[in-house]
Every structure is written in C-alpha cells, then in structure tokens.
T-cell receptor, first 111, second 114 residues
Framework: QKEVEQDPGPLSVPEGAIVSLNCTYS??????FMWYRQYSRKGPELLMY????GNKEDGRFTAQVDKSSKYISLFIRDSQPSDSATYLC???????????FGAGTQVVVTP | GAVVSQHPSRVICKSGTSVKIECRSL??????MFWYRQFPKQSLMLMAT?????????EQGVEKDKFLINHASLTLSTLTVTSAHPEDSSFYICSARTVETEAFFGQGTRLTVV
C-alpha cells in the first residue's frame, strides 16, 4: 500500500466551478501537509502548508486536514483556466523534511 | 519565494555515457538538497537527501554508484547519472531548503537516453 493515495484524474471542470481534490494517507506519524501545483515540465510550487486538523484559507484556495480520518483536501474556488495543472499532495513527519508525494491529480479548467 | 535553478533543462545522451545535472540555490544558502525522479503521470519519488559537506543519504532501491550526488557548497548540488541506460530516462527535480524554510523546487531536467 502506498503511503499517500491520490486519484490521478484527469479532473475536468468548467471555469468558475469549485475544484475538489483529496488525498488519503496511511501513517498517523505524518504531521505536516502540503499542496503543490505543477505545470507541465516544471518543478512543483508550494500552494498550501498546514500542520493541524481543520481548515486553512489563502485566497481562492482552502486546505482541509482531518487527521482522525487521515484525509486531506484542497478546494479551489472560482476556478480559472490558469489553474489547469497537476496538483500534488505531500506529507512529512517533520517540518520540511522528507516529503512523501501523492501521484498528483491533473486538473483541467475549461473556459 | 527563493529561486532554485537546475541546468540543463533537458538533455539527450547516448546509452552508456554519463550526464551531470546541476542544482543551484540562487539567493539563499541551502543546508539540504533533495533529488527526485518523476516518471510520466507519476509522482515525485525521492532519490536522495544531501547535506552540504557530507555524503548523500540514498533512498532504498536507489543505486548510489549509479546516481552520484555531490553537495560541495551551500549553493550547489550535482547529480551525475553514470552509464545511463534508456530506463534512466525521466524527469529529475531537485529541491533546496534551509533549516528554517520550506523546500523550493527547481524547474526540473528531462533526461532522455537513446
């Protein structure tokens, strides 16, 4: 079993819709949770970083963590075509240490 | 955010030759650098972790004699793929961090071995 499970998609949504992404993980020792955005043939860029269970908002992005269920989510409101990318969840046991990545979900926002 | 530069962005080499990929932190001193490999439509797989001035720590299943990592300074780490074969063709990405900051990623290097 992989340590981090993420549906690879693709996930296609119309412009303006809410994009909902999620990952599950197996090891309760994981304490830090990140979401990265990766455009084609580029390196990942950090979108959200959370530590505790609950919600964290940053503009159009909301990250949710449910440690009891080992489930993390990312929501993108008012999606734009420029949001089309692959979104990867990443988790780690220590802050900014070795990251375990999910497979990444490809998101396509159509105009 | 901080800038991490990888060079080259893409390289094609013949089977059996060696290829060196550079990872530089341009505006900060990186105490730790990570090297990842990413196959098409798959996630990033950590290959090794390197701290400046010490030997790299390789993940299980990664051949350290094949993937040579050197972290000679606080701003430069290199990955050398020795005796490359077609199955080594992949997207290689580095990331760099300080003790206090997040890990910033380079733009990746696409290696094709023919």
């Amino acid at each position: 079993q992989k340590e981090v499970e993420q549906d690879p998609g693709p996930l296609s949504v119309p412009e303006g819709a809410i994009v909902s992404l999620n990952c599950t993980y197996s090891n309760s020792a994981f304490q830090y949770f990140m979401w990265y955005r990766q455009y084609s043939r580029k390196g990942p860029e950090l979108l959200m970083y959370t530590y505790s269970s609950g919600n964290k908002e940053d503009g159009r992005f909301t990250a949710q963590v449910d440690k009891s269920s080992k489930y993390i989510s990312l929501f993108i409101r008012d999606s734009q075509p420029s949001d089309s990318a692959t979104y990867l969840c990443a988790i780690t046991t220590d802050s900014w240490g070795k990251l375990q990545f999910g497979a990444g979900t490809q998101v396509v926002v159509t105009p | 955010g901080a800038v991490v530069s990888q060079h080259p962005s893409r390289v094609i080499c013949k089977s059996g030759t060696s290829v060196k990929i550079e990872c530089r932190s341009l505006d900060f001193q990186a105490t730790t650098m990570f090297w990842y490999r990413q196959f098409p439509k798959q996630s990033l797989m950590l290959m090794a972790t390197s701290n400046e001035g010490s030997k790299a720590t390789y993940e299980q299943g990664v051949e350290k004699d094949k993937f040579l990592i050197n972290h000679a300074s606080l701003t430069l780490s290199t990955l050398t793929v020795t005796s490359a074969h077609p199955e080594d063709s992949s997207f290689y990405i580095c990331s760099a961090r300080t003790v206090e900051t997040e890990a910033f990623f380079g733009q990746g290097t696409r290696l094709t071995v023919v």
